[in-house]
């Protein structure tokens, strides 16, 4: 990698995600677990109030400040972070991540209070039905991972579309608060600047069996997980390797529009 030393960050922020309810809704799904360069990761709870959980809202809030900090800092997040190619072939949209975000977000304001995911979807609010996917479309990561669904099943075991939807709003939240202060892998390119804190999307089922569970509950461990591994990556030199993943030229463009996650070579 170049312009980038190992270890290439400070903290490691691993996010267990969930598009359950609404963005201030309290869930118990959403989990936060921090570690730095001498510590392994703990969990974080959320700032005192008369909620016991995180919401979405709050993380989105509490990352911004962490970010805008002078602590190199990687976070992984477990949603898609971008939709397959021929989402932006069939709304003919531009292939432009910033402009697909914005895009989205006016047709599905998930970001909005009160608003569930499920209200879009059935036409309460929004316009999701011109922005909608066919489950069988499937990003190239996805493909490459094997098990990972696409961002568009939703309603089975282990989908990840609900929080994808969820999420992506939020995405854009960063985008907007943080600017060029983050890098957004693999979108803002593959190489990270030195002195540049990331946000990558993670899959924590290909880490989770890596680390013991101990106490945890699957929510827990999957951010545990993800924290633990970038952190052991980065030090111990392999995360280089995991930011330039084996791909053609073609496989590259295409992934800078679909996203790719993190730890998949």
Excluded at 57 to 71: K, N, Y
Excluded at 220 to 226: N, P
Excluded at 248 to 265: D, M
Aim: some cysteine; glycine content about 8%.
């Amino acid at each position: 990698m170049s312009g980038i030393s190992i270890p290439a960050f400070y903290r490691y922020i691993g996010i267990d995600y969930s598009g359950a309810q609404t963005p201030t809704s309290s869930l118990k799904g959403l989990r936060v677990y921090m570690a730095d360069r001498r510590s392994p990761p703990i969990e974080l709870q959320p700032p005192p109030s008369p909620r016991k959980y995180w919401t979405r809202r709050g993380i989105a809030e509490w990352l911004v400040e962490r970010l805008s900090e002078d602590r190199l800092t990687i976070v992984g997040i477990d949603h898609g972070f971008s939709f397959p190619r021929p989402y932006f072939e069939t709304h003919c949209l531009p292939h432009d991540w910033p402009a697909f975000l914005d895009d989205f977000q006016l047709h599905w304001p998930t970001d909005a209070d009160h608003t569930y995911v499920d209200s879009v979807r059935d036409g309460t609010c929004g316009n999701g039905a011109a922005r909608s996917g066919n489950p069988r479309w499937r990003r190239l990561t996805e493909v490459r991972a094997g098990a990972a669904k696409s961002v568009f099943h939703f309603d089975v075991q282990g989908s990840v579309a609900k929080s994808t939807h969820a999420g992506l709003p939020w995405l854009r939240y960063f985008h907007q608060h943080l600017g060029s202060r983050i890098h957004f892998w693999p979108f803002d390119g593959w190489d990270i600047p030195s002195g540049r804190s990331m946000i990558a999307e993670v899959y924590p089922a290909m880490w989770s069996r890596s680390f013991a569970r101990e106490e945890r509950s699957g929510d827990q461990h999957d951010a545990y997980s993800v924290a633990a591994w970038m952190r052991r990556s980065d030090l111990d030199g392999t995360l280089a390797g995991f930011l330039d993943p084996s791909l053609t030229p073609t496989e590259r463009t295409v992934a800078q529009i679909e996203g790719w996650i993190l730890g998949i070579k």
